[in-house]
């Protein structure tokens, strides 16, 4: 499923996204998997678990996650380490990990493309994944990256090169059910003001984005009735 998205809204933002994709279960070893593409930025995502833990890393009330980040080229640098932890933030907020103790979940994000808003779009990858292994969340999350230019325009899901002509870039994951910050990357100057015009954004745009959800989900679904 891909489409194209652009919101307006009462307080004169306007909201572009460009066209998201999402394929479930492409892989048929892991528990669960998906792939996510944002315009050129292109992510896989694979679950495994629950399954056993190793005594060294056992949580005796909740599941324990690790998130792994694998490059399209060379080894992961501290820049993905960042990531990882971003990502397993956001997760733990929303997976239901107690109803799983001393148990282990992994999930794999395997870089495909990068064309910039690599953060949101391994988020959103992530929560499709989770849900093609049926895990239970408390919610679902989407990631929404803005980068405000030099002139103090928000532009949502940037490219690569208009990340590197911004002088802020802001990643938020955003909650379903009360469209809370779960989490939030931030990197450069940025004002109180710009930054609370940015989660407003990140906010509108997470209507959007589970909007995408429910129609990928239906369309599969479909399918197979």
């Known amino acids: 499923l891909r489409t194209t998205m652009e919101v307006c809204s009462s307080d004169g933002f306007n909201v572009t996204l460009r066209e998201f994709g999402c394929e479930q279960c492409l ?10 593409i944002q315009g050129d930025t292109s ?11 190793k005594v060294s890393k056992e949580i005796y009330d909740r599941a ?5 980040i694998q490059t399209k080229v060379g080894l992961p640098s501290v820049k993905e380490r960042s990531q990882e932890q971003c990502v397993r ?40 994944a989770f849900m093609d292994a049926g895990l239970p969340m408390s919610c679902l999350f989407c990631g929404v990256t803005c980068a405000i230019a030099s002139d103090g325009q928000v532009i949502t899901d940037p490219t690569a090169t208009q990340e590197k002509e911004s002088r802020a870039l802001l990643t ?3 909650d379903s059910t009360e469209q809370k910050v779960l989490m939030s990357s931030t990197k450069g100057s940025f004002s109180v003001h710009e930054l609370q015009e940015c ?12 909007q995408f959800y429910r129609e990928s989900v239906q369309r599969r679904y479909s399918k197979t009735l």
Request: proline share 4%; with cysteine.
């Open 27 to 36: 892989l048929s070893r892991p528990d669960g998997s998906s792939s996510f």
């Open 43 to 53: 992510v896989l995502a694979a679950v495994y678990g629950p399954a056993e833990v």
């Open 64 to 68: 324990t996650l690790e998130v792994v």
């Open 89 to 128: 933030e956001t997760c733990e907020a929303s997976l239901l990990s107690s109803l799983h103790p001393r148990s282990s979940l992994t999930l794999i994000l395997q870089v495909l493309h990068n064309d910039g808003s690599l953060l949101s779009c391994f988020l959103n990858a992530a929560c499709m």
């Open 172 to 174: 938020f994951a955003i």
């Open 199 to 210: 989660i407003a954004i990140s906010q509108m745009a997470s209507e959007k984005i589970f």
